[in-house]
């Protein structure tokens, strides 16, 4: 069965299908922090979401990150190894993308397995 959440007239900020939690892309909450502070503030709504869905961080299966300067890949990559699940770390993928707010600097997509 097929589940949205958080249903807005543009997106959804997750769906469930067969017990796999598919994330909408997270941007920063506040877009006058540096990288470290947006990717941080990013990772945090995700940790939310996921503990929402039934699942966490250790159970992602793959994760999309987009930086608006491959410039600020250190700093994110700082943020990111302070918070993924170590022995879990999944597949990713970075890529330097033009984002929706010039502000952003990060946006990341996450999909994740619930918990059994």
């Known amino acids: ?37 947006q990717t941080q503030n990013v990772l945090t709504q995700i940790d939310r979401l996921l503990e929402e869905a039934g699942s966490d961080k250790s159970r992602i299966l793959m994760c999309q990150i987009f930086i608006s300067d491959m410039a600020n890949m250190a700093g994110m990559n700082q943020a990111w190894d302070a918070w993924v699940a170590q022995g879990n770390t999944p597949p990713r993928a970075t890529v330097e993308a033009k984002l929706a707010n010039p502000e952003w600097l990060v946006e990341i997509v996450v999909t994740a397995a619930q918990k059994e």
Request: proline share 5%; glycine share 8%.
């Open 1 to 37: 069965m097929l589940q949205r959440f958080h249903v807005g007239p543009r997106l959804s900020e997750y769906a469930i299908f067969n017990k796999v939690v598919y994330l909408a892309g997270q941007v920063p909450e506040d877009s006058s922090q540096d990288i470290v502070g």
